[in-house]
Nanobody, 114 residues
Framework: QVQFVESGGGLVQPGGSLRLSCVVT????????MAWYRQGPGKQRELVAH???????AYVDSVKGRFTISRDNAKNTAYLQMNSLKPEDTAVYYC????????WGQGTQVTVSS
């Protein structure tokens, strides 16, 4: 069964940067569009960014110009580079396929605070 393992979160000051990684195991990676989601305290999970199999990307308005999604098909890994972080970016970040999603991983906590 496909599994998603997220890592790279942590505590960072406003304006700082983090790079999240998502390793996919137990299933195909390269044919699938991948996405990063986040769930902040008391909020519903939301789609943050996605990348299709050809590398085309899209972002929610609140992160445009600050976040960059990418993928390395040779490593079965998706990435989320997050720059100019804001307190409102604080959330648990998850990755998954957009279509044919698998079970959710544990996510990685990102906390933006001074």
């Amino acid at each position: 069964q496909v599994q998603f393992v997220e890592s790279g979160g942590g505590l960072v000051q406003p304006g700082g940067s983090l790079r999240l990684s998502c390793v996919v195991t137990g299933g195909a990676f390269s044919p699938y569009a991948m996405a990063w989601y986040r769930q902040g305290p008391g909020k519903q999970r939301e789609l943050v960014a996605h990348i299709n199999s050809g590398g085309a990307t899209a972002y929610v308005d609140s992160v445009k110009g600050r976040f960059t999604i990418s993928r390395d098909n040779a490593k079965n890994t998706a990435y989320l580079q997050m720059n100019s972080l804001k307190p409102e970016d604080t959330a648990v970040y998850y990755c998954n396929r957009i279509f044919s999603p698998g079970p959710w991983g544990q996510g990685t906590q990102v906390t933006v605070s001074s």
